[in-house]
């Protein structure tokens, strides 16, 4: 997932200037950094998101692994 994020990046960054090079260089530079930094933020909430989501699953393992435990006792 987060492979293909990069990608968007890379692609969407290229794609943006493209589009805006009519408006002259320096604009279309300016708006393709705030697209990258955006977009990283975008990265960052989703990395934030799969490691939340890894930590709840190994809580359920572990709190799964803790009752079959007790229920031996």
């Keep these: 997932m987060l ?7 890379i692609f969407g960054a290229f794609i943006t200037f493209q589009l805006l090079s009519f408006l002259g260089f320096s604009l279309a530079l300016f708006i393709t950094i705030i697209f990258i930094v955006i977009s990283f933020f975008m ?17 359920k393992k572990q709190t799964k692994l803790l009752e079959e435990i007790l229920s031996q006792k």
């Design 43 to 59: 990265i960052l909430a989703l990395d934030a998101f799969s490691i939340n989501r890894q930590k709840f699953e190994e809580s």
């Design 3 to 9: 492979g293909a994020s990069w990608a968007i990046v």
